[in-house]
């Protein structure tokens, strides 16, 4: 299994930003994808989830309505758009199925 997060970066708050994860080394459409994030001296907090053909979704209170999650089964590539970005959504995202995580990619907020 390999998940290798990219398209992080700096936003100000109110911006908006799409972070990806291609993953390989497994079967992309049969599982659930995540992503998690982990903001400096906080606990690695669980963000959204979408279910192997994306016809569910979940997302963590503080998020709804500001991102959305979704995936590409023909590109084994899961998608997280972000807007509305606020500097408490800085952190480390990070994609994540059965139980591999990937390198993290940088969201900082900020003005």
């Known amino acids: 299994v390999q998940l290798v997060e990219s398209g992080g970066g700096l936003v100000q708050p109110g911006g908006s930003l799409s972070v990806s994860c291609a993953a390989s080394?497994?079967?992309?459409?049969?599982?659930?994808m995540y992503w998690y994030r982990q903001a400096p001296g906080k606990e690695r907090e669980l963000v959204a989830s979408?279910?192997?053909?994306?016809?569910?979704?979940i997302y963590v209170d503080s998020v709804k309505g500001r991102f959305a999650i979704s995936r590409d089964n023909a590109k084994n590539t899961v998608y997280l758009q972000m807007n509305n970005l606020k500097p408490e959504d800085t952190a480390v995202y990070y994609c994540a199925t059965l139980g591999r995580w990937g390198q993290g990619t940088q969201v900082t907020v900020s003005s």
């Open positions: 979408i279910t192997s053909v994306g016809g569910s979704t």
């Open positions: 080394g497994f079967s992309f459409s049969s599982y659930i």
